[in-house]
């Protein structure tokens, strides 16, 4: 029997050398390659002999469509590759990076070589309306689907593939309005419509556990249940970015929610890591203070950002038609969050006194307020104060703009106040003089005497006057 066992990888660590080692395991007599994609660069897999590829196919004729996608829409471009490669094999096993394989795959390769098999795919059914991608399928008669999470392909099968998408790809180019069919219909549909023998991987294994989701902890048993295949199996940050990325970091924290228990697998210092980068992601405040009550409790290091303000809770005094959102606390947080925006973070109604505030939800030490004005626009933002309080109601101004300087919109050049005397508050807030008019401001960052950046050490010294205004 002649065939390659080709593990199919986007990265490399622990838990996917692992997966590849028991892959290989599973195909006794195979030639064992790692198909690897490192259009980022070059990718260490150790011992393993590799079969490397980029994003760019065009030496064989495949396009690159949909333009900057094409490998992620078209999975089969690295089959083609990999039989261009390493021809003249009967067959090819191919299993991705996130499926266990958890029983011996010989007796299937024996089946597959007796009764002349030339595709093995997961869940072989008919393409419907309802299917995201059915516009696509069309434009091959009688459309198919199946998953390919692990599937055998013979080489006949695969010199099939690349003909069909190089008629397509001549199609395309008569006609660029011409759908063009994604991996999922076109591998099933191509060898279907050939006449092939396509056979159904649950004849060959437990596929309770062989779905889109949602992902299991490499350390979860279920991962490794005798007899299975199981997808997709992950660790570390990449199952928690898996997880996080349909409800958000707060729902999966909450004991009850989906798949919140498949969290008690990993351990707490990777999942506080990944949970901290997507609470301030979103500008979770409250998720962020909850996780670092935890941090403490357990004796880990917390994140300590220099700017005080960051992802904080934040207002604004109005919201009106140009504000991106219509929840005075969102609109307002995009101004101290991870994202800094092209124009405005935030933008209040036209009306006297406009401001915006920051619960820096903590007694702080406040010495520099950094300040980026909209990119245009500036005018409306020369003269402000900005104001501290203890408790909410009890502002004190500790320094005041009253010329009309331009406030640079800038991010390498911003606003700078720099208090003479650290002052002890937690509200920080910024607002508006003159005649009725907008606020609107790209960023705000605040920073103590003790956790100053570098850049700003040097300007804060004692001057005479309570507080100084340094531009640029």
């Known amino acids: 029997m002649s065939y390659v066992a080709a593990f199919r990888a986007y990265e490399w660590n622990d838990c996917i050398a692992m997966l590849a080692a028991r892959f290989f395991a599973a195909t006794p007599g195979a030639r064992h390659v790692v198909l690897m994609n490192e259009e980022r660069g070059p990718i260490d897999v150790g011992a393993h002999e590799k079969v490397a590829h980029g994003s760019d196919f065009s030496d064989i004729g495949l396009p690159d469509v949909p333009a900057g996608r094409s490998l992620w829409f078209n999975g089969d471009y690295a089959y083609g590759h990999l039989r261009r490669v390493l021809p003249g094999y009967e067959h090819y096993v191919i299993a991705e990076s996130d499926v266990a394989v958890n029983l011996s795959l010989a007796p299937m390769m024996e089946k597959v070589v007796s ?21 696509a399928a069309s434009a091959q008669p009688n459309p198919v689907c ?9 080489g006949r099968a695969l010199d099939a593939l690349l003909t069909e998408r190089l008629r397509l790809a001549a199609q395309l180019r008569a006609d660029p309005s011409a759908p063009w069919p994604i991996v999922e219909s076109f591998v099933a549909t191509t060898v279907w419509n050939a006449g092939m023998r396509i056979g159904e991987i649950g004849e060959f294994a437990d596929t309770d556990h062989l ?19 199981v997808h997709p199996v992950l660790s570390g940050p990449m199952l928690l970015r898996r997880l996080l990325s349909p409800l958000g970091p707060a729902e999966y924290r909450r004991p009850g929610a989906p798949h919140h228990d498949s969290l008690r697998f990993e351990p707490f210092s990777t999942l506080a890591a990944v949970f901290w980068d997507a609470f301030e992601m979103r ?19 917390v994140p300590q950002p220099l700017d005080l303000a960051w992802c904080k809770p934040a207002t604004v005094s109005s919201i009106c038609q140009w504000s991106a959102t219509q929840d005075p606390e969102e609109e307002a947080t995009r101004a101290n969050g991870r994202v800094f925006h092209d124009i405005c973070a935030f933008h209040t109604g036209e009306e006297a006194d406009a401001w915006w505030r920051v619960d820096l939800l903590e007694r702080q030490e406040v010495q520099v307020v950094e300040i980026v004005n909209r990119a245009d626009f500036g005018e409306r933002f020369q003269r402000f104060v900005i104001e501290t309080a203890l408790s909410g109601d009890d502002w004190t101004v500790v320094s005041e703009k009253d010329d009309d300087r331009p406030v640079s919109g800038d991010a390498a050049f911003p606003w700078r106040v720099v208090l003479g005397e650290p002052v002890a508050c937690r509200f920080v807030r910024i607002r508006r003089l003159g005649p009725p008019g907008f606020l609107h401001l790209r960023r705000v960052r605040i920073f103590g005497p003790q956790l100053l950046p570098q850049s700003l050490a040097e300007t804060v010294e004692a001057p005479p006057l309570s507080a100084r205004a340094v531009h640029g």
Do not use: T, Y
């Open 115 to 135: 009764a002349k098999i030339d595709l093995v795919v997961h869940e072989l059914r008919p393409c419907l309306p309802s299917w995201p991608w059915f516009d």
């Open 146 to 154: 199946a998953g390919l999470f692990i599937f055998v392909a013979s």
């Open 211 to 229: 779905k889109v989701g949602p992902a299991l902890s490499v350390n979860d048993p279920a991962a490794h249940r005798p007899g299975s295949l």
């Open 283 to 301: 500008g979770d405040h409250r998720g962020l203070a909850e996780l670092r009550e935890e941090m403490l409790q357990r004796g880990l290091p």
